[in-house]
């Protein structure tokens, strides 16, 4: 079975500052690999996401993503935040071929201080 | 199209009586999916549809809990006789299958979710 580990529970960042949120999996098999926000009482909302192809993905409001096999990361980054990045993240799993349901982390809450 | 809709977005009741969520997929989506989520967590996997069709369960789901999507459209998720360790976000998701070309890569849009709390 597949697995997904965020390290960090809170991550606080400066306004205007780069932030990466960390992303490890562990799979025997080939993964999808996908990051979702979620704001306070609302739904998860897609990021972006990894099928195939180029290792550096890019997702909505500025975010992007590196897939590394060797290192089983999928790590997420922004060169600039805003207040508005304030929210949950959770990185998420699919394997190849399988019944396609994701597989989630516990989260990381990214808090941006004015 | 709306998304995906939830219907309540919050319930309170009392333990022991029974609940029971309606989600309404993205209306071309042939698949729907629950999640729970609890506090400080991530969302698990509880069941999926195809259509109608039930095809998985996790092991998460108890006697108590069941789920249907009768017409293929619309899904319900009940659960009997609550417990507090129910209280808990219960998630609805849809996709359509084969949506990026390849087989498992499927790409949920998730609804705005239906809070329990049990007393």
């Known amino acids: 079975a597949q697995s997904v580990t965020q390290l960090d529970s809170q991550v606080p960042v400066f306004e205007e500052a780069p932030v990466e949120l960390r992303c490890n999996y562990s799979s025997s098999v080939s993964v999808y690999l996908f990051w979702y926000v979620q704001y306070p009482n609302q739904g998860l909302q897609l990021l972006l996401k990894y099928l195939s192809g180029s290792t550096l993905v890019k997702g909505i409001n500025g975010f992007e993503a590196e897939f590394n096999k060797s290192q089983t990361s999928f790590h997420l980054r922004k060169p600039s935040v805003h207040i508005s990045d304030t929210a949950e993240y959770f ?15 516990t ?8 | 199209d709306t998304g995906v809709s ?6 309170i009741t009392k333990r022991g009586q029974n ?29 999926y549809f195809q259509n109608e069709a039930q095809l998985e369960k996790s092991r998460l789901l108890s006697d108590r809990f069941s789920a249907e999507r009768p017409k293929g459209s619309f ?8 417990e507090q360790g129910d209280s808990a976000m219960y998630l609805c998701a849809s996709s359509l299958r084969g949506t990026s070309g390849v087989s498992g890569a499927n790409v949920l849009t998730f609804g705005a979710g239906s809070r329990l709390t049990v007393l």
């Open chain 2, 75 to 82: 899904s319900t998720l009940e659960i009997q006789r609550t």
């Open chain 1, 91 to 105: 990185c998420a799993v699919s394997v190849w071929y399988g019944n396609e349901k994701l597989t989630f982390g």
């Open chain 2, 19 to 47: 609940v029971t969520f309606r989600c309404d997929p993205i209306s071309e989506h042939n698949r729907l999916y629950w999640y729970r989520q609890t506090l400080g967590q991530g969302p698990e996997f509880l069941t």
């Open chain 1, 107 to 114: 989260g990381t809450r990214l808090t941006i201080i004015p």
């Open chain 2, 6 to 11: 939830q219907n309540p977005r919050h319930k």
